[in-house]
């Protein structure tokens, strides 16, 4: 598995992202936002979490016009795996690559803290090793994390089978205790809480390790 | 020319921080409060000297970047 890291000025999970990616046997590229390719014979790409550009305008708007946001949209427009955490995950929907918005906690408190989730899908690369409605501990740490969508996009993400995770006990108000979506290809994932963070027995646990295993796995097979 | 662009959720969105400043309003004894939405002012200085043209532009920029039409709305003046 060749992963590439996406690095803009504010990320701070970039380099456990890395680390989390390497621990599962890949091949880790660091990319700078300023660049305008992406690395040849790349299988998946990690936004990272962190406060890409200050959270200036919107949390995630001006790294998704970065001149790498176009490089990561034509890429997963070309069916590449791409999974953004927490800072990532916004910048994946301000890209239009998932579908909502994040938007400030319901509480207004940034929450800091791990959180339980339920694997609510399994039928994706990212949580196949996983057992279906596994439950699992992931570090949250954001501000913005109140998943929304209108009506109607709930509906198809239900509908579809495209929320990955949901929280165990609600910690920012996100509609349906949704913590994490998949795109309609199911190649592209965001999620607020941290797996990598939770990848290295050093951090307090390990739930999150399968992800970026499974990940592997199926690239392994491509 | 100066553009002003008034960036606000839309309606039915929940704003949790409008809420906020409604509660930490009441608690200040200004009871008649029933709603308080928050939003952001962009204001632009623009090289453009037409006005239909610069509406057009900011426009684009407000569906590109100074929005996010997911969760808000915009309204655009030109002085």
Excluded at chain 1, 148 to 168: H, P, S
Excluded at chain 1, 202 to 211: E, K, M
Excluded at chain 2, 63 to 68: C, G, I, S, Y
Aim: with cysteine.
């Amino acid at each position: 598995m060749k992963a590439a890291v996406i690095t803009f000025p504010g990320s701070n999970c970039d380099r456990d992202l890395a680390v989390a990616f390497e621990a599962a046997g890949a091949e880790v590229v660091r990319v700078w936002h300023k660049e305008t390719a992406l690395p040849e014979g790349l299988d998946v790409i990690g936004v990272p979490g962190g406060f890409s550009y200050g959270d200036y305008l919107r949390c995630g708007a001006i790294a998704s016009r970065s001149p790498i946001g176009q490089a990561v949209v034509d890429f997963a427009g070309r069916g590449g795996y791409v999974i953004g955490i927490c800072n990532g995950f916004q910048v994946l929907t301000e890209m239009g690559l998932l579908p909502g918005a994040l938007m400030r906690n319901a509480g207004l408190k940034f929450v800091c803290k791990p959180q339980a989730l339920r694997v609510a899908s399994t039928d994706c690369a990212f949580t196949a090793g996983y057992a279906a409605g596994a439950e699992v501990v992931y570090p949250i740490a954001h501000h913005d994390g109140n998943f929304t969508i209108d009506a109607e996009g709930l509906a198809a993400l239900e509908a579809e089978d495209r929320v990955a995770f949901r929280y165990i006990g609600n910690p920012n108000g996100s509609m349906n205790d949704i913590a994490g979506v998949l795109s309609a290809n199911r190649r592209v994932l965001g999620l607020m809480p941290h797996p990598e963070r939770a990848a290295d027995p050093a951090q307090g646990g390990t739930d999150g390790a399968a992800l970026f295993r499974a990940l592997a796995g199926v690239m392994a097979q491509v | 020319m100066k553009a002003r662009v008034h960036v606000m959720l839309k309606d039915g969105v929940l704003d949790p921080q409008g809420e906020a400043v409604r509660h930490a309003l009441g608690h200040l004894g200004f009871s008649g409060v029933e709603a308080v939405r928050q939003g952001k002012v962009i204001e632009l200085d623009l090289a453009a000297t037409d006005r239909a043209a610069a509406e057009t532009e900011v426009r684009a920029m407000c569906e590109k970047l100074l929005a996010n039409t997911v969760i808000e709305k915009y309204t655009i003046e030109i002085a």
